[in-house]
């Protein structure tokens, strides 16, 4: 009998649908009961899941958002990037929180190994970008990736082999070799920075062998065949997908729904349905184009300040732009979303608001597909919305939504319809529990 006839249980998944920061963690974590286990499937410490609760604030990086529930098994899965120093961090954090870990935390075997030269070797490599530079948080996702793809660096399962040292000491040789090299490009790397960060990660190292690390592909399949409810929860967005994204100022990690399966090691049929995450504005960090910014920066100040526009991972302001309806698109059909959770409709400080319903090339002509170069856009399409900044609601009654948010989420959720998905849930405030089910 094959294994997708044995599986009882099924996969759901969550995703960002626009550039990151839609709020993810909060769907996650609110839902979280649903489930017997929460997955992470990609990206690394870069990442940054932010949940609040009573008024208190927890931001997780490579921690599943399901953590703060006892009962569920949490798993970072094998296509997810593990910094020791990072896992050491929150770690720490979450025991000072009252949360232990390590009943209900594994650790895929198979997980990508970052050493301590790959955060030097990711600003290195923004150095010599200069002016073109990606933008990365600097946390050596890129370099940690680019060494698994060439096969070179460790696994996590592989700290408990005996040769372990022997192999990581050939590795770092050859990365300050790399790293020798952005020198011509002023990056420079005292060695007694290098031997802080080294010591720090071999004594986070100890710390991460005492959890639970395991074939957690083999974990998922007997939760699936005992007929468990898996949510597997992606970092990053799909707008960001390294292979579907704007190239090069992309994450190196599969974002979209297909990496779900080779992040986690379960079979694509056990995926039954895709829910996706968006914001009712647009935020964007990192370099690249920011098609959608707007135009007064003022009220792209406002948004900032009202929406507290940071990143959780690095602190930079995100950019602030229109919701892009276009775009939007464009991911729904990539990740086969079918629900959509729209946060933050709590933040509007603006008399009007727009949405792109399109993008014109150099021609003047309306593009059919999402652009290879952002660069051939010369016009938005957009529609003008009245806004509800000044109207008072109850976020947990949708009776009580001001008429201009209702004809914004009207339009929104009609226009997505055609693109095959509907509005679920709206995301009223930061609370976990601040958000209201939609009309459908």
Request: proline content about 3%; some cysteine; aromatic content about 10%.
């Amino acid at each position: 009998m094959s294994l997708t006839k044995r599986v009882k249980g099924f996969v759901k998944v969550i995703l960002g649908l626009q550039y990151g920061d839609e709020g993810k963690g909060k769907i996650v974590d609110s839902t979280a009961s649903k489930y017997q286990v929460i997955a992470r499937f990609n990206g690394g410490n870069n990442a940054g899941h932010t949940i609040e609760e009573n008024g208190k604030k927890h931001v997780l990086h490579l921690i599943p958002s399901g953590i703060f529930h006892s009962e569920i098994k949490n798993v970072i899965g094998n296509g997810v990037i593990v910094n020791p120093v990072a896992f050491d961090e929150e770690i720490t954090y979450l025991f000072n929180q009252g949360i232990n870990p390590k009943n209900n935390l594994y650790i895929s075997n198979r997980a990508k190994l970052m050493t301590w030269v790959h955060p030097f070797l990711d600003k290195a490599g923004e150095v010599r970008c200069g002016k073109d530079k990606i933008g990365t948080t600097g946390r050596g996702i890129g370099p940690g990736y680019k060494d698994a793809r060439a096969r070179k660096s460790p696994l996590v399962g592989n700290i408990f082999s005996a040769n372990f040292e022997e192999r990581l000491e050939k590795f770092e040789s050859e990365q300050m070799v790399e790293l020798e090299t952005y020198k011509q490009f002023g990056y420079e790397v005292s060695v007694e920075d290098m031997c802080i960060a080294k010591a720090q990660w071999f004594k986070s190292l100890e710390k991460m062998k005492e959890f639970n690390i395991c074939d957690t592909s083999y974990l998922l399949r007997k939760e699936l065949e005992k007929g468990s409810h898996v949510l597997a929860e992606g970092a990053q967005s799909v707008m960001l997908d390294i292979h579907f994204g704007d190239y090069p100022n992309v994450t190196s990690s599969d974002t979209n729904t297909s990496g779900v399966s080779v992040g986690l090691g379960v079979p694509i049929s056990s995926i039954i349905s895709v829910g996706g995450v968006i914001k009712s504005y647009s935020t964007k960090v990192g370099g690249g184009k920011f098609i959608a910014r707007m135009e007064d920066l003022e009220i792209e100040k406002a948004f900032q300040k009202e929406g507290n526009e940071k990143g959780s991972t690095t602190g930079r302001p995100r950019e602030c732009g229109h919701f892009d309806l276009f775009a939007l698109d464009y991911a729904i059909f990539l990740s086969d979303t079918t629900k959509v959770y729209m946060n933050k409709v709590d933040i509007c400080p603006a008399k009007k608001i727009k949405v792109i319903t399109g993008y014109k090339d150099k021609d003047g002509k309306l593009m059919e597909s999402y652009p290879f170069d952002l660069n051939d856009v010369t016009e938005l399409v957009t529609k003008e919305f009245d806004g509800w900044g000044d109207k008072e609601f109850d976020p947990h009654d949708i009776k009580t939504f001001p008429i201009e948010l209702l004809n914004y989420l009207n339009f929104i959720d009609s226009e997505i319809s055609k693109f095959g998905a509907r509005l679920a849930y709206i995301g009223t405030g930061p609370d976990r529990n601040d958000y209201v089910k939609w009309k459908v």
